[in-house]
Each structure stands twice: as C-alpha cells, then as structure tokens.
C-alpha cells in the first residue's frame, strides 16, 4: 500500500490539479481585503461574521463542486496516462489501486482544510476585530473535513464510470439537495448536507447563511457526533463499494 501512496504522490507532483485544490481556500483572503475596502469603518466587523460567511460558503458551495471537479481532475489524469494500465502490466490489485487513491485524495482535502484554517486567520486578521474564536475555527474546519469526506467515492466513482459531465452533475445536485435538506429531519440520509449541518450548532450559521438564534434547534450539539459518525462509516463503506465495482471492472 505504501508503494501505491507514494505513486500516487508523485502522479499530483507540479499538476493543476493540486495546485486548485490548495489554493481554492485564499479566495476567502481576498474577499476579506474587498471587506476591508467596501464595508466602512463604523459598521460591525466582527469574527463571528467572518466565520458565518466562509464556513457556510465553503460546505454550500467550495466542497460539493470542488470535490466533484477534483475527481474529475483524478479520473481524467489517470484516462491521459494509460487508463490504468499499470495495474495489469504491474499485476497489482485494482481494489488496492482505488483504495489508495481514496487516501490520497482525503490527503488532499485535509490539506486544504488547513490552508483553508490559515485563510480564515489571516481573512479575520485584515478585516475582523476582536478575540480570535480559535475553538470555533478549529472545530469547524474539522467537521468540515471528516464530513466531506463521505463525497470522495461517491465523486470519483462517478467521474471514473461516466467522466467529468457525470462527476459535475452529481457534484450540482448534490449542493442543491444539500442546501435544501440541511435544516430538515432527514439531513442525515443527505451525505452533501452533512458539512453544512454542522456548522449550524458549531458556528452559529443557518444552511442559507443567516445567524441563527441562541435557543434555535438547529444548535443541538448532538448532531456533531451523528454527522462525524456517519461520515466516517460511510466513507469506509462507499470505498468498500466502489473498490469492489472498480475490482470486477479492471478484471475483465
């Protein structure tokens, strides 16, 4: 397996591929020198704004169709180098061949969490006053990982089955039923919901962006642990499943 990680690796080596998903977090840099520009100096600039706006921009928009983009980007990467090929000529197992493309790719969205946390500092730095909510940031960029990580099968599959039209339509109705279903009961059976969710009783955000009321229901911290839970067992799950399909497609 670590033979595979490291050729993996070295296939996102000075790729457009890594260099957007790293660098689609520093847009929140930007947008906080517009803040700093456009809003006067007498209205509230505060952190809990700033969070409000990029943690729910980041889990609505930036990890449904950055995460379908990035698949496609994987799965198009490999289609240009061989279409595996490697697995036969190697006679390595497909199943392994996926599994650690799933790992790579959760790597990588792991590091744009982190670069995505560095934004949210330096964004709060330029345009925010006040005490920095280090808990909140920290927490939120968490959840905001193990959640999204459940899409990663799901997307490349998709990708790797049909190509980018496929993974990119997917991606797009994912985001709306995400949005949609959040702050309803059954959030739960809706993997794309899950990151925004969260970010309701961690930062204080509704799904549509508007702060929400101390005594709102959507705050009930018992829905961290349920979305962490079923994002972790799901993305074992999906891998199982979608490393199986890919396991009898490579054979034949």
Same mark, same amino acid.
């Given at each position: +397996?670590? $033979?595979?990680? @490291?050729?993996?690796?070295? %296939?996102? @080596?000075?790729?457009?591929?890594? @260099?957007?998903?790293?660098?689609?977090?520093?847009?929140?840099?930007?947008?906080?020198?517009?803040? %700093?520009?456009?809003?006067?100096?007498?209205? +509230?600039?505060?952190? $809990?704004?700033?969070?409000?706006?990029?943690?729910?921009?980041?889990?609505?928009?930036?990890?449904?169709? /950055?995460?379908?983009?990035?698949?496609?980007?994987?799965?198009? $990467?490999?289609?240009?180098? /061989?279409?595996?090929?490697?697995? %036969?000529?190697?006679?390595?197992?497909? !199943?392994?061949?996926?599994?650690?493309?799933?790992?790579? +790719?959760?790597?990588?969205?792991?590091?744009?969490?982190?670069?995505? *946390?560095?934004?949210?500092?330096?964004?709060?730095?330029?345009?925010?006053?006040?005490?920095?909510?280090?808990?909140? *940031?920290?927490? /939120?960029? #968490?959840?905001?990982?193990?959640? !999204?990580?459940?899409?990663?099968?799901?997307?490349?599959?998709?990708?790797?089955? %049909?190509?980018?039209?496929?993974?990119?339509?997917?991606?797009?109705? /994912?985001? *709306?039923?995400?949005?949609? !279903?959040?702050?309803?009961?059954?959030?739960?059976?809706?993997?794309?919901?899950?990151? =925004? @969710?969260? +970010?309701?009783?961690?930062?204080?955000?509704?799904?549509?962006?508007?702060?929400?009321?101390? !005594?709102?229901?959507?705050?009930?911290?018992?829905?961290?642990?349920?979305?962490?839970?079923?994002?972790?067992? =799901?993305?074992?799950? #999906?891998?199982?499943? =979608?490393?199986?399909? #890919? $396991?009898?497609?490579?054979?034949?």
């Amino acid at each position: +397996m670590m $033979q595979i990680l @490291r050729a993996e690796s070295l %296939k996102y @080596r000075r790729t457009f591929t890594r @260099r957007l998903v790293l660098s689609a977090p520093l847009f929140f840099i930007l947008l906080a020198f517009l803040v %700093k520009i456009l809003i006067p100096q007498n209205l +509230m600039r505060t952190w $809990q704004l700033l969070l409000i706006l990029i943690y729910n921009w980041w889990p609505v928009l930036f990890i449904p169709i /950055g995460i379908a983009l990035f698949a496609a980007l994987v799965a198009s $990467q490999e289609k240009r180098a /061989g279409n595996y090929r490697n697995v %036969k000529v190697h006679l390595l197992s497909p !199943s392994l061949i996926w599994a650690g493309k799933m790992i790579m +790719m959760a790597l990588h969205t792991l590091l744009a969490t982190l670069v995505l *946390i560095v934004a949210v500092l330096i964004s709060g730095l330029i345009a925010a006053e006040g005490e920095v909510p280090w808990t909140e *940031i920290f927490a /939120g960029g #968490f959840a905001l990982w193990v959640t !999204s990580l459940v899409l990663i099968p799901i997307q490349l599959w998709a990708a790797t089955w %049909k190509g980018t039209l496929l993974s990119m339509g997917v991606g797009l109705i /994912g985001m *709306i039923a995400g949005v949609l !279903s959040a702050p309803k009961t059954y959030w739960i059976y809706v993997p794309w919901s899950w990151p =925004t @969710r969260l +970010m309701a009783p961690i930062i204080g955000v509704h799904p549509n962006g508007i702060p929400l009321e101390a !005594s709102d229901p959507l705050r009930d911290p018992s829905a961290i642990p349920i979305g962490i839970g079923l994002s972790l067992a =799901t993305f074992i799950l #999906f891998t199982l499943l =979608t490393a199986m399909w #890919f $396991q009898r497609r490579e054979v034949r």
